[in-house]
């Protein structure tokens, strides 16, 4: 039966997971922890993961940067399910359960099988960059060609705007 497990989204961390095969986790910076994570947003002791009857459930430890759930800041405890995004200062790590029923296969009303198959999605995406721009830069020269169009537009418009106005 796969595992479930926490990846990293965040930062230089990114795809790193961490398998949960025990019933209780500790996340923190120090090696101590049972997920430790280098990062200085994340305390000593930030939180703790707890399995129990097949569901995960996360315990802020009372950190400084706080917990979160898909954005929303919690205290105490709050369930985790099969995808969710749990953010432990501003490192975000994502739960991946195989074996939670949202995870399980779906079939549609058309018998259609929702299964993913690694042979056809992708399986590289390390080079993958939200931030990359797709344009390039314009060179030296042509910021100057286009610096010094627009200078010889605008002459031309005051030079006629003045011939226009001028009284004959």
Do not use: W
Request: glycine share 6%; with cysteine; charged share 25%.
């Amino acid at each position: 039966m796969p595992q479930a497990k926490f990846v990293v989204l965040s930062k230089e961390l990114r795809g790193q997971s961490f398998e949960l095969r025990e019933r209780m986790y500790t996340i923190g910076r120090v090696e101590a922890a049972d997920i430790c994570i280098p990062d200085s947003t994340i305390s000593s002791s930030h939180a703790e993961i707890h399995y129990n009857d097949g569901e995960y459930k996360v315990v802020d430890l009372g950190s400084s940067n706080g917990t979160r759930v898909n954005g929303a800041r919690f205290t105490g405890e709050h369930e985790l399910k099969h995808s969710d995004v749990l953010q432990v200062g501003e490192v975000e790590l994502m739960l991946d359960n195989p074996n939670s029923t949202e995870a399980r296969v779906v079939e549609t009303r058309t018998n259609i099988s929702l299964e993913t198959n690694p042979a056809m999605g992708i399986t590289e995406l390390s080079n993958l960059n939200a931030n990359h721009k797709t344009h390039k830069k314009a060179s030296p020269l042509a910021n100057k060609v286009f610096l010094i169009i627009a200078l010889l537009l605008t002459v031309v418009v005051i030079v006629m705007v003045f011939l226009l106005l001028r009284p004959e």
